[in-house]
């Protein structure tokens, strides 16, 4: 599988920088002599533990948040995941929240994600001292009404996109200073959030999101510096308008500006990308590879859960073989029929039109890389999974499904507002709490969590905290799950969940072993954890004849029938606390490069919408509450990232 080795030198440069700089734990800025330094953790554990976040969070600055009166702002979100409270939505005279918002188990890390796209346009809009402030763009988008999102939502579907004349043109402002400084305060709060004592309670990471929407298909990555080193703007759509063009930027102004800058970037909601957002730009030759390993090397992770839905698979499209899957049908944004877009990607999606592809979704995206590596020598999907929140109102870790109570401010703060049809405004039915990202670890600090997120020791989970490790190896069997040393034996011999197994570091001479361990989440007093019920392995592979190919094994655990009282919301059956699983393929060709991730499987509960109509008067519950089109219950899960197997 390939590797870009540019990327590993740059690296080792940013960290020779840094010894030069002082010692491993000093930071110098790129624009002052100010050496910050932090202590090392109390807490560390060589063998990792997991850690909870959320990378994709917007606050008042991004265009579709402050238009449904959310006034979080960056400093807010980050108190917010520390466990916090804050005020949302309704405002009040002065126009601040007044509904006390808290969660009730704070993450461990977090990144403010708003949109780099009218950072400065947004801030001169909603400021009463600024020249633009009675403008007509500006008048229109405080009216915050459907037609104020298209009208700065359209400008990132442009293949050309250009800026408001009116806001930043002649006589106007110069938008971009203006958006620097609200970079800089962005920085800030994410400095002021950042634990740098021994005791590592809190990591904040530095991020914004790339907002591409071309042809109205999305191609959004977040992106995640390592360290407060990072580029004096943000990169958005306008200076960027492909995501070619952001990674080169990335590169320039990151990666090999000398500062000791690092950064990696998160795609996220394929499921709305009509098969564009995983298309090589360039798709065969020497252009096609040195794409692929930009791309590699830039975007080790992929986002399969959010609000706006779930990125696993999806049933009844072209492009692999494979028994069907009835668990693919969790939580589709799309409700209608839809047409396979096949080798022709779409346009469309973000507004509920146009084909759907296999591409759109992690297995059909992983598959992709094992085929294109044939073609141009490199994999450009070797994929790590995560799950986020997107929220829009400043709301990290806000996943619960039996207290979701909305994640778009006033747009969806009610049952009512919530239940109800997709359609032009954000917010319906088909959306969800959002999920959360699990890192494993040595300890809670910006170095341990890039680190482990560059070689992709992470998992997704659809909001539950469910633990989950694989490791890959050989000649392992079921008594490993029974060793208290388990861990250290399967990291010692083998690789863990983002590992490539018959590497020069691993080279193994038998079927693959995988091991998979997962318990229940705790939960808390009010909300006790869900039992599990069952633990799966997705392998995929592509044959000689350059078929892809999926299957699922259960490898712990059974479908154990368990189900909800839907009058009441009680679980009913019986589930586990904890699950671990040893399986060795037993239909292993040597000579397929091959992936594998697990699934880890909840006891059915009531899907958050479904408790909404519970809430409601019968007779004035929607047609979606007759649970045909929209299930009354969900099977929350974890997705780890793969092991790979990579032939000689």
Known sequence: MGVLNSRTLQRFGAVALAGLIGCNGCQKGADTAEVRTREACVDQDPLRQVFWGDLHIHTRHSFDAWIYDV???????????????????????????????????????????????????????????????????????????????????????????????????????????????????????????YDRSDACSFTSFVGYEWSGATNISNFHRNVIFRNYRVPELPTSYFEAPTARELWMTLEDDCLNAGTGCDVLAIPHNSNMSNGQQFQLEVPFGADATEEAERRAALEPLFEVFQHKGDAECIEGLS??????????????????????????????????????????????????GLKKEREVGVN??????????????????RVNEAAFSGHLGSADDTPEERVVEPGFNPGSVTDNPGGLMGVWAESNDRDALFDAMLRKETFGTSGPRIPVRMFGGEGWTSALCEDVDWVDTADSSGVPMGGSLNSASKPIDTAPSFIVSALQDAGTSNYPGTPLQRIQIVKGWVDDAGEGHIRVVDVAGEDNGASVDLETCETQGTGAASLCGVWTDDDFDASEDAFYY????????????????????????PAYCDGQTISPTIQERAWTSPVWWSAD
């Open 598 to 621: 697990a699934r880890v499987l909840e006891n059915p509960v009531c899907r958050w919408s479904w408790r909404d109509c519970l809430a409601m008067e019968e007779d004035e519950r």
């Open 71 to 193: 006034r979080a702002t960056p400093d807010d979100a980050y108190a917010y995941a520390k466990g916090e409270v804050i005020y949302g939505p309704p405002l009040d005279a002065a126009g601040q929240g007044t509904v006390a918002l808290q969660l009730e188990r704070p993450l461990d890390f977090a990144a403010v994600t708003d949109h780099a796209a009218f950072l400065g346009e947004i801030s001169a809009c909603t400021d009463e001292t600024s020249t633009v402030y009675e403008t007509e763009t500006c008048v229109d988008y405080r009216e915050a009404t459907a037609l104020s999102i298209q009208i700065f939502g359209t400008k990132l579907a442009a293949v050309d996109p250009e800026r408001f004349e009116e806001l930043c043109g002649d006589g106007g402002i110069d938008c971009l200073a203006q958006a620097g400084d609200v970079w800089r305060a962005t920085q800030d709060a994410a400095e002021a959030a």
């Open 380 to 397: 450009p999907f070797p994929l790590g999974v995560v799950a986020n929140t997107d929220t829009h109102a400043g709301t990290s870790g």
């Open 319 to 368: 492009g692999y073989v494979g028994d069907p899957d009835e668990l693919c049908h969790f939580e589709k944004i799309r409700l209608d029929e839809f047409n396979d877009c096949g080798d022709t990607p779409g346009s469309g999606a973000m507004a509920g039109f146009g084909c759907v592809s296999n591409l759109d979704f992690l297995r059909g995206i992983l598959l992709e």
